[in-house]
């Protein structure tokens, strides 16, 4: 079941109620009795966490091809004298 957003437009209080799809729209606050509820617009509180999911699923675009360039195409490969490791020998 989704949750909905509801706010009053006469006290401005705001709460959310765990409803069916088919239910009727909450109209009376629970606050001050009015009738000026009126669902809010939020975001999406859905994440997708654990073992199974990566960051990079999902992006758009081939995510094989993404992370597997060649290390000639790095900076550091094409300069001369350039060395890929940062230890340097001080005898």
Same mark, same amino acid.
């Given at each position: 079941?989704?949750? @909905?957003? @509801? #706010?009053?437009?006469?006290?401005?209080? +705001?709460?959310?109620? /765990?409803?069916?799809? =088919? $239910?009727?729209? /909450?109209? +009376?606050?629970?606050?001050?009795?009015?009738? %000026? /509820? !009126?669902? !809010?617009?939020?975001?999406?509180?859905? !994440?997708?966490? #654990? %073992?199974?999911? @990566?960051? +990079?699923?999902?992006?758009? #675009? =081939? %995510?094989?091809? &993404?992370?597997?360039?060649?290390?000639? $195409? *790095?900076?550091? &490969?094409? +300069?001369? #004298?350039? %060395? *890929?490791? *940062?230890?340097?020998?001080?005898?």
């Amino acid at each position: 079941m989704p949750i @909905y957003a @509801y #706010g009053c437009q006469a006290c401005g209080h +705001t709460f959310d109620v /765990l409803q069916k799809i =088919s $239910d009727a729209p /909450l109209t +009376t606050c629970p606050q001050c009795s009015a009738e %000026s /509820l !009126q669902k !809010q617009v939020t975001a999406a509180g859905f !994440q997708l966490k #654990g %073992s199974g999911w @990566y960051v +990079t699923d999902f992006r758009g #675009g =081939s %995510s094989a091809s &993404a992370g597997s360039k060649p290390a000639a $195409d *790095s900076p550091a &490969a094409a +300069t001369p #004298g350039a %060395s *890929s490791t *940062s230890s340097s020998s001080t005898d």
